[in-house]
Nanobody, 128 residues
Framework: QVQLVESGGGLVQPGGSLRLSCAASGFALDYYAIGWFRQAPGKEREGVSCISSNNGITYYADSLKGRFTISRDNAKNTVYLQMSRLKPEDTAVYYC?????????????????????WGQGTQVTVSS
């Protein structure tokens, strides 16, 4: 059974950092791309980042480049999202998802993004 579990969210002050984890079970992460998404209060879900299994090619939403970094540890079956210089507008529930394909699906860029397998999400709140 495919399962994704996010963790690492919490309350952080503006300018701070957090690292989110997406732990996969039921499949070997090595072969599949994983995307990160977020949904802020009152807004639609949006794509944040994605990492493919082929050479670990990464993609980011334009507004987040330079502040967020996605990485993977296949030995731990986990994908990470390192977030730095956080802003109040980064407040959202963050989700990871996969279509169980090796590349970052085009549907991740839909509005709202589409994927076949989602985690339950982890809350990130950026506030002083």
């Amino acid at each position: 059974q495919v399962q994704l579990v996010e963790s690492g969210g919490g309350l952080v002050q503006p300018g701070g950092s957090l690292r989110l984890s997406c732990a996969a079970s039921g499949f070997a992460l090595d072969y599949y791309a994983i995307g990160w998404f977020r949904q802020a209060p009152g807004k639609e879900r949006e794509g944040v980042s994605c990492i493919s299994s082929n050479n670990g090619i990464t993609y980011y939403a334009d507004s987040l480049k330079g502040r967020f970094t996605i990485s993977r540890d296949n030995a731990k079956n986990t994908v990470y999202l390192q977030m730095s210089r956080l802003k109040p507008e980064d407040t959202a529930v963050y989700y990871c998802a996969t279509d169980l394909v090796s590349y970052c699906s085009g549907s991740y860029r839909y509005n709202p993004p589409q994927a076949n397998n989602w985690g339950q999400g982890t809350q990130v709140t950026v506030s002083s």
